[in-house]
């Protein structure tokens, strides 16, 4: 940031230097200001190990409205359908545990089908809604490891009444016993 004063010749500023605030840390995220929500248990989307994605294009997604937690998604967007995004976390414990996901739904979202560690859990998972909004979904139990889950999300359709803009937002997965 960088203050400027404005003044004719001659004028003069009644407040003296005060360089040690000068030197004072900027916030430069609103979580610096106002913690975020988080959702207890979450693996943050936006934390794991991101591939490249078979078609579309992937970004990590702020939206003001949406209670995301840590108020982040990926948002996998413009993607063929068949094409898949690969996702790769760690785990707190190894073992068989129901996996959950939050994901937003939207007019433009597409239909989504989840692969854990070679294992299929949800297929066909339609995202597509009239509003927009974010909820968690059980995709099933699957074997999980402590180290190198390989989540693959495969955009698998579209719904007649969706904008074909072919999107997928994953916002975390939640693991439990």
Not at 27 to 47: C, F, R
Not at 128 to 136: C, G, H, Q, R, V
């Amino acid at each position: 940031p960088v203050s400027i004063f404005y003044a004719r010749p001659g004028a003069v500023w009644n407040v003296p230097p005060k360089p040690a605030m000068a030197k004072t840390a900027v916030t430069k995220h609103v979580n610096d200001l106002i913690p975020p929500y988080l959702v207890d248990g979450a693996i943050e989307a936006e934390s794991m190990e991101l591939g490249e994605p078979t078609s579309g294009e992937v970004v990590e997604q702020a939206h003001p409205d949406l209670n995301w937690s840590n108020g982040l998604q990926v948002w996998w967007k413009f993607a063929e359908v068949g094409s898949s995004l690969t996702l790769t976390f760690d785990a707190d414990k190894a073992g068989l545990q129901e996996v959950y996901s939050g994901l937003t739904i939207a007019v433009d979202y597409g239909i989504a089908s989840f692969e854990l560690n070679g294992q299929k859990l949800a297929q066909n998972l339609d995202l597509y809604s009239p509003d927009l909004d974010t909820k968690e979904f059980s995709l099933g139990k699957a074997s999980v490891k402590e180290k190198g889950n390989v989540l693959v999300i495969t955009l698998s359709g579209i719904n007649e009444k969706a904008v074909k803009s072919n999107m997928i937002g994953i916002d975390y997965i939640r693991l439990a016993d």
